[in-house]
């Protein structure tokens, strides 16, 4: 174990030894071949396999099954869309966020429910931190290196979980994004750390969407407006208030986005005392929080529990990172 | 006695090329000085002063920036400095 720490190869956890037993044993989680390129890993661009995943994996705690999740997670990060590179070498301290969608998350006991941001599950917390170590130990991205975050973010650790379909009675992330029901799907969004949004006395669907809206209108900064994307997660107390209501996924968005709007003259650079804020050719106007499709909605969390949670984001479209899904190839 | 374990390696299995740094300019009278702008608020401040100074030292200057600050130069762009440019001064800025 010292001999790995020794070698730069961990993330400051102990690993698990990847022994060649072992990382035969992961191979045999995908139909992939061993020596299959995957994806060119920023920030160096290097050309990875199926087989260098597998050693990560192993190191990261991950079983064999687990391992269609990885690979899929990675190819989504190594995009120039998704812009890795830009998410390492960025000050703020920002990492990629992995939803899963799809019967596999059941299949390898990922979890969507209690505790789904924090810790407890194996496949939660190891897919997301052997994607981390990749683009540590194959493509150079360590801390002090390319990575120059001023504070960082427990999502530079490995920050994935499962939407609870189940228990949702709305579509899906995955489906909101393209893809069926049943199809595997992992996508990767640019985030920090989460966030609660409090709210234990809306009884009804309006009042519960202003509070939500209010509370991502903070998200990032009060002052950031259309530049940064958000994610959402719903959880199942507050899922119950808008399926009470009758409200979809579609009625959810429309009436969420009526409230994410903000009075540009509130927010001017020099207003309130702050030097930061919009230009002043922007006076006057009223602007969307996020731009279209910058809010993602995921519906997780334990069954008790008046709170919803708010990811915000980075820098977002071609100038910066876009959310990537792709399909899980067993 | 503990057993030796055998691990695989988990990276590159690459050495990174070992390049020197071109000579330094002992002046800036008649080179060319490449100013980037990595695109971040206020670089120009920052590179509109730099050029002045240059100037007032013989140098000619040329400026480039980066479509964002967030993805490395392109490099078509990395290939103009390289091609019109003795020297360049990358700028970062907020």
């Known amino acids: ?330 | 006695m503990t057993e030796p374990v055998t691990v695989l390696d988990p990276t590159a299995e690459a050495t990174p090329g070992q390049r020197s740094l071109n000579p330094r300019p002992v002046g800036l009278e008649g080179l060319t000085v490449g100013l980037l702008d990595i695109n971040k608020p206020r670089g120009d401040v920052f590179l509109d002063r730099l050029e002045e100074r240059l100037i007032g030292q013989g140098a000619l200057v040329r400026r480039y920036a980066k479509p964002t600050f967030t993805k490395p130069a392109p490099a078509d762009l990395r290939h103009e400095i390289a091609t019109h440019c003795h020297a360049v001064i990358e700028a970062l800025a907020d």
Not at chain 1, 114 to 125: E, F, M
Request: proline share 6%; with cysteine; net charge negative.
């Open chain 1, 1 to 330: 174990m010292e001999a790995l720490y020794d070698r730069g190869w961990t993330d400051g956890l102990p690993l698990v030894l990847p022994t060649e037993p072992r990382v035969l044993r992961m191979l045999e989680g995908t139909s992939r071949a061993a020596d299959e390129v995957v994806a060119l890993v920023p920030p160096n661009l290097v050309e990875c396999t199926v087989e260098k995943v597998a050693v990560n994996s192993v190191m990261a705690g991950c079983r064999p099954e687990y391992l269609p999740v990885v690979l899929a997670a990675l190819e989504a990060v190594c995009t120039d869309e998704f812009n890795m590179h830009g998410i390492l070498a960025t000050t703020m301290g920002v990492g990629p966020v992995f939803v899963v969608n799809g019967p596999i998350t059941a299949e390898i006991g990922m979890n969507s429910g209690v505790n789904v941001l924090g810790h407890g599950n194996r496949a939660n917390a190891t897919i997301g931190r052997a994607v981390q170590l990749v683009v540590r130990n194959v493509g150079g991205g360590a801390p002090g290196g390319v990575d120059r975050a001023t504070h960082g973010s427990m999502s530079k650790l490995g920050f994935c979980f499962a939407e609870d379909e189940v228990g949702s009675p709305w579509t899906t992330l995955a489906e909101d994004r393209g893809f069926s029901r049943s199809q595997d799907v992992v996508t990767a969004f640019c985030g920090e750390g989460p966030r609660i949004v409090v709210d234990q006395k809306s009884r009804s669907a309006d009042s519960l969407v202003r509070m939500l809206a209010e509370g991502l209108l903070a998200s990032v900064s009060p002052r950031t407006v259309m530049g940064m994307d958000g994610l959402l997660v719903v959880s199942p107390e507050h899922m119950a208030r808008f399926s009470d209501a009758g409200w979809d996924r579609q009625r959810f968005m429309e009436e969420l986005g009526r409230h994410l709007v903000v009075e540009a003259d509130g927010i001017l650079a020099g207003t309130g005392g702050i030097e930061e804020g919009l230009p002043p050719d922007l006076a006057g106007l009223t602007l969307p929080k996020f731009r279209p499709g910058g809010l993602l909605v995921v519906h997780a969390g334990g069954p008790a529990g008046l709170f919803s949670a708010i990811i915000g984001g980075w820098l977002n479209g071609p100038m910066g990172s876009e959310p990537t899904s792709r399909e899980i190839t067993r």
